[in-house]
Structures are given as structure tokens and as C-alpha cells.
């Protein structure tokens, strides 16, 4: 039901745009995370929206740096990753939840299939 797109092998300091498009009805019912998970590592919290998008949180890591936004009309998220680096390498996910977003991804009940991102140094 959730759909990442986007990703690809591009060099520090560049920049991605990734999208996020679900199919189904009321897309605008739910906040919609950004995570990311390293070969290795656990899954972590990059960006969240709410609903209607008025409300956005990052993590540090990438603040300043990636933009989320959605456009419901579309059912779709984007995150804009900007001045990237390498320790951005990841496979990065959408996932969806009822109400507020959350930075806990145990708390977000539908995901996507994952999107593989590549900073070269």
C-alpha cells in the first residue's frame, strides 16, 4: 500500500528527492514517517509529517539538510535530501500511521518496500 521510490548511488554533497505514493482510500488520515536503516544497524527516525502536513520533525542528523512534505491530491510524500552524505547510506522507508507521526517505528503499522540510497565519499 506504500510505495518508496527515488533512491540511487549519487556522490557526497548532492542531492535525492524521494517519494512516497500510497494506493487505497484516505491517504490525508495518516501521518507518514521517514526511516532509514544502515547494512548493520537498526532502523531510525528520519522525518515524519502529519497529516495535513502542517507539522513536520527531523532527526538531527538530518536537519537542515532534508525537507519532507506531502501533497495529498497525489497521496504522496517526498523527502528532499540535500548536501548528502555518506553516512546517509541507508535503505530508507515510508511507513503510515493513524494520527501524529511518531519517531518510534514501532508504532507505524503499514510500510513500504524500501528505497536503497548510496552516498559515495
Not at 506504500?2 to 549519487?10: F, N, R, T
Not at 532527526?59 to 532534508?66: E, T
Not at 519517531?103 to 559515495?120: E, R
Request: net charge positive; proline share 2%; charged share 15%.
Amino acid at each position: 500500500q506504500l510505495q518508496a521510490s527515488g533512491g540511487g548511488l549519487v556522490q557526497a554533497g548532492e542531492s535525492l528527492r524521494l517519494s512516497c505514493v500510497a494506493s487505497g482510500r484516505a491517504f490525508s488520515h495518516y501521518a507518514i514517517g521517514w526511516f532509514r536503516q544502515a547494512l548493520g544497524k537498526g532502523r531510525e527516525f528520519v522525518a515524519g509529517t502529519s497529516r495535513g502536513g502542517e507539522t513536520t520533525g527531523y532527526a538531527d542528523s538530518v536537519k537542515g539538510r532534508f525537507t519532507i512534505s506531502r501533497d495529498n491530491a497525489k497521496s504522496t510524500v517526498y523527502l528532499q535530501m540535500n548536501s548528502l552524505k555518506p553516512e546517509d547510506t541507508a535503505v530508507y522507508y515510508c511507513a503510515r500511521r493513524p494520527g501524529v507521526y511518531s519517531k518510534t517505528a514501532a508504532h507505524y503499522n503499514v510500510w513500504g518496500q524500501g528505497t536503497q540510497v548510496t552516498v559515495s565519499s
